[in-house]
C-alpha cells in the first residue's frame, strides 16, 4: 500500500515537472518571439522607408524627368512599359519559393537589396536611351518584388488574428509612408530651377543615399520560431483550420482579383498624372504639389488608422452579437468559428463598397477642378483609399490565411495590382499624348464603379 502511494506521488511529481519544464519552455520561446518580432518592425520600418523613397521618385518625378526634361517618345516608353512592369507577375512565383525554400532567404534579401539601390541609380541616369531605362527599371521592380514577397510572407506568419493582423498592416503602411517625405524636401532644396539637368541628377543621387538603410534592414531581419510538427498545432492554426473548410474557393479568389484589379484603374493617369500638372499649372503649381505631396501621405496615413480604428470596433460589435445570441440561435462551438468569418466577410464587402462609392464620385469630380479644389479632392481620396487598402488588404490575407501556401495564394491576389501596372500605365502614357488627362479621370471613375460588382459576387457563406 505503501508502495503504490509512493509510486502514485513519483509520478504525480514527475507530471508537475514535466508540466514546469513545458511551460518554462513556451514562456522562453514566446520572450524570444516577442524579441524578435520588435527587432522585425525596426526592420520593417526601415525597408518600407527605403522603398517609399524610391517609389515616389519614379511615381511623381521620374515622369516629369522624361517627359518634360528629356522629352522622350511618349508611345516608346508606353511599348517599354509593358515589358517593364511584367516582371511585377514574378509574385505568385517568389510566394512558392519562400514557403517552400526559405532557407536561404536572409541571404536574398540582403542581395536583392543592393541589386534594388544599384539599378534605381542605373535607370534614372539611364533615361536618355529607354532600352537602358527599361532594363534596369525592370531590374529595380524584381528585386523590390522578391524583397516585399519575403518580408509579407514574415508578415502573414505575424497576423493570427483579425486585430493583430489590421494592426501589423497599418504599422506597416505608416513606416511605408514616412519615406515619402523625404523626395519632396530633398526636391524643394536640391531643384531650383526645374530644367537644369545637373541639378535634377544630385536629386536622384540624394534619392539614392537615402534609401541606403534597405540593406541594414534586410541583415536586421529574424524569424520566429514556429513549430514544425502537425500533431501540436496551436489554438490560432487549430481556428484557421476549421474557416479554411470550403471557404477558401475559386469563386472568391477570381472576384476579389477581379475587384482589386478594377480599383486600381487610376494607374491611367498615374504617369502622366505631374507633367499634365506641370503643363497646366506651370511650374509653382507642380512645385506646391510637390510640398503638398507630403501633406496627401499623411491623410492616407490617417485613413488606414481611421480604418484600423473602424475595423477593431466592428470586429468587438460582431463578437459582442454572437456571444449574446449564441444560446438564442444555438450556435455551436465548433461553427461558431464559421459564422464570425462570414460576419467578417459581410463586413469587409460593406466597407469597401462604402468608400468605393466615395471615391468615384471624387473621381468624376477631379475632371472638373481647379487647382485648389484639385488637391482638396486628392487629400479627401487619400483618407479614402486609406480605409479602402486597409480592409482589401485585410481580406486578402484573411483568404490567404486558410489554404497551405499562405504566400503563394497572397502573391497570386497581389498580381492583380501588377496587371493593372502592365494594363493601365502604358495605356495612360500611350492615350495622354492625344487624350485630355479629364477623360482619364472620368474612365477611372467608372471602372471603380464595376469593381463593385465582383465584390458584390462573392459569396460569404460556407460551403459545406
Keep these: 500500500m505503501f508502495s503504490q502511494k509512493n509510486k502514485l506521488s513519483v509520478n504525480k511529481s514527475i507530471e508537475s515537472s514535466e508540466f514546469k519544464y513545458k511551460w518554462n519552455f513556451r514562456l522562453i520561446k514566446k520572450a524570444k518571439n516577442d524579441s524578435v518580432r520588435r527587432s522585425n518592425y525596426f526592420s520593417f520600418f526601415l525597408l518600407y522607408f527605403a522603398i517609399s523613397v524610391i517609389r515616389i521618385y ?93 518580408v509579407s510572407k514574415l508578415i502573414i506568419d505575424l497576423s493570427k488574428n483579425e486585430s493583430l493582423k489590421d494592426t501589423n498592416l497599418t504599422a506597416i503602411n505608416i513606416s511605408s509612408n514616412v519615406g515619402s517625405f523625404v523626395p519632396s524636401v530633398v526636391f524643394l532644396f536640391t531643384v531650383n530651377d526645374i530644367f537644369n539637368i545637373n541639378q535634377w541628377n544630385s536629386f536622384f543621387f540624394i534619392g539614392f543615399l537615402s534609401s541606403l538603410p534597405i540593406i541594414l534592414s534586410t541583415v536586421l531581419l529574424r524569424e520566429t520560431e514556429t513549430a514544425n510538427k502537425p500533431e501540436k498545432k496551436n489554438l490560432e492554426q487549430c481556428e484557421s483550420d476549421i474557416i479554411s473548410s470550403g471557404k477558401t474557393n475559386a469563386i472568391n479568389l477570381f472576384m476579389l482579383f477581379l475587384s482589386y484589379f478594377l480599383i486600381w484603374s487610376d494607374k491611367l493617369y498615374q504617369f502622366p498624372f505631374s507633367s499634365w500638372l506641370l503643363t497646366r499649372f506651370g511650374e509653382e503649381g507642380f512645385n506646391l504639389y510637390s510640398l503638398l505631396y507630403i501633406v496627401l501621405i499623411l491623410l492616407y496615413i490617417g485613413g488606414w488608422i481611421i480604418g484600423q480604428r473602424i475595423s477593431n470596433r466592428e470586429n468587438n460589435r460582431i463578437n459582442k452579437i454572437i456571444a449574446e445570441n449564441r444560446n438564442r440561435l444555438d450556435i455551436k462551438s ?131
Design 334 to 464: 465548433d461553427n461558431q468559428d464559421e459564422i464570425l468569418y462570414a460576419f467578417k466577410l459581410c463586413n469587409r464587402k460593406r466597407i469597401i463598397a462604402i468608400t468605393i462609392g466615395l471615391y468615384s464620385v471624387l473621381s468624376f469630380l477631379m475632371a472638373f477642378s481647379n487647382f485648389l479644389f484639385l488637391m482638396i479632392i486628392q487629400g479627401t481620396i487619400q483618407v479614402i483609399a486609406g480605409v479602402m487598402m486597409l480592409n482589401y488588404t485585410s481580406l486578402m490575407m484573411t483568404i490567404s490565411n486558410n489554404g497551405k501556401h499562405k504566400t503563394f495564394t497572397f502573391q497570386c491576389l497581389k498580381v492583380a495590382y501588377a496587371l493593372s501596372c502592365v494594363i493601365f500605365i502604358p495605356l495612360g502614357t500611350y492615350f495622354s499624348a492625344f487624350i485630355q488627362i479629364e477623360v482619364l479621370f472620368i474612365t477611372v471613375g467608372i471602372l471603380a464603379i464595376l469593381s463593385l460588382i465582383p465584390l458584390k459576387l462573392m459569396k460569404v457563406k460556407s460551403q459545406e
Design 58 to 150: 519614379l511615381v511623381i518625378y521620374l515622369p516629369v524627368y522624361l517627359l518634360n526634361i528629356l522629352h522622350v517618345d511618349t508611345s516608346q516608353l508606353a511599348f517599354i512599359q509593358v515589358f517593364i512592369y511584367l516582371v511585377m507577375f514574378s509574385g505568385p512565383i517568389l510566394g512558392y519559393i519562400f514557403d517552400r525554400y526559405s532557407k536561404n532567404k536572409k541571404l536574398i534579401l540582403i542581395s536583392s537589396s543592393i541589386l534594388f539601390l544599384v539599378s534605381f541609380l542605373l535607370s534614372v541616369f539611364g533615361g536618355r536611351n529607354l532600352g537602358v531605362f527599361g532594363l534596369f527599371l525592370a531590374i529595380n521592380l524584381l528585386s523590390q518584388e522578391i524583397i516585399k514577397v519575403g
